[in-house]
């Protein structure tokens, strides 16, 4: 949409409140540090997430022909849960530990298509 203005099916636009549709958050690390480490400081803020209002699930995928890259794949009820998550004060320090071993590019997602194997014919 040209000039920032949004589409009339744009995330925010489901319920005024903020709360909406599921999201997913899709976080695409590089490990700089030891990714054993990485992947033990990860199992802790997942547990941290994971007793969060709101949280559905996530998974953690090493990328196969780069042992440096994960993503994380992390369902919401919806945004405004997975905000409120994020700006807790226990949360800062799983975020830095995280960035201290890793750089990271991330965005929040709704699905637009999902297709099933039995739904494929």
Known sequence: MPNGERGSDDVDDARP??????VTFVNRFTVHGSTAEFEEVFAGT???MARQPGFVRHSLMREVDDPAGYVNLAVWTDRASFQEAVRRPEFVPHAAALRALSRSENGLYTARLSVTAAERD
């Open 17 to 22: 409140s903020g709360h909406g549709p599921e």
């Open 46 to 48: 997942s547990a941290f």
